[in-house]
């Protein structure tokens, strides 16, 4: 995993991948993914660990084309196996639509975890396409709902696998509901390199002038990335 995270071309990708392997590693491996754009770095991650030999046998993805029945079958899947799915979706009206199934998860004290993708802070209550107010739009429903900033080599990786063990631990503990990660991300969304598109920074943004592996190399990371393990065991 090491050396495939030094290789990523941006740091979206190493967030991303970072994100699912550590969901994978508490044992989520049931992703129900709703197309988008702005979710493309985690669609891409959970495609590359779904075909990945390590992971293959142990994954269940599902793309699904309306959110709101997303949710329900993740919902539904909770109350069959008592564990709780992952739902990805893209930016925008796409996250409102989840809300009934947020509300029946809550009611219910069924696990459910949202990955929901979003643009970047300055894209906020500026009339941008597809960026509403994401951050706690489910309000007191969320057992626990963090707004993580964008992806960036100025904060050590670690830091996203401490987000998706606290909320792993509330969509379980004490009572079981619904949880959710609001991760912004800023162009580049594929996993490619090169100048970022629509950046305001200009040359001075991450996915111009590269990204610093330092974020990957701290030593309670490098002993994630070669244990296999979640954060919390190491």
């Known amino acids: ?77 909770a109350r069959a196996v008592g564990r709780a799915a992952v739902v990805v979706t893209t930016s925008g009206t796409a996250v409102a639509n989840l809300l009934p199934a947020v509300v029946e998860s809550a009611q219910a004290g069924l696990p459910l975890v949202l990955l929901t993708a979003d643009r970047a802070p300055e894209s906020r209550l500026n009339g941008a396409n ?8 489910f309000g007191g429903y969320t057992r626990f709902a963090a707004d993580m900033p964008c992806p960036t080599d100025e ?6 696998l401490e987000q998706v063990d606290q909320a792993v631990f509330a969509a379980n503990y004490p009572v079981p509901g619904p949880v959710q990660l609001n991760v912004m991300a800023r162009e580049n969304l594929a996993p490619d390199g090169g100048p970022a598109r629509g950046d305001w920074r200009g040359a001075s943004a991450p996915a111009t002038r590269g990204w610093s ?18 954060l919390t065991t190491q």
């Open 213 to 230: 592996r330092a974020c990957i190399e701290t030593p309670r990371f490098r002993r994630w990335a070669a244990s296999g393990g979640a």
């Open 1 to 77: 995993l090491a050396s495939t995270l030094a290789a990523a071309p941006n740091v979206n990708e190493v967030w991303a991948t970072v994100m699912v392997e550590e969901l994978l590693r508490t044992g989520h491996g049931t992703f129900f993914v709703c197309p988008g754009s702005r979710s493309t770095p985690l669609a891409v991650a959970i495609a590359r660990a779904k075909a990945s030999p390590h992971h293959r046998l142990r994954m269940r993805v599902v793309v699904h084309h309306d959110e709101r029945g997303a949710g329900f079958a993740a919902v539904g899947y």
């Open 130 to 137: 597809q960026a509403i107010t994401q951050p706690n739009i």
């Open 155 to 160: 904060l050590p990786a670690q830091y996203v």
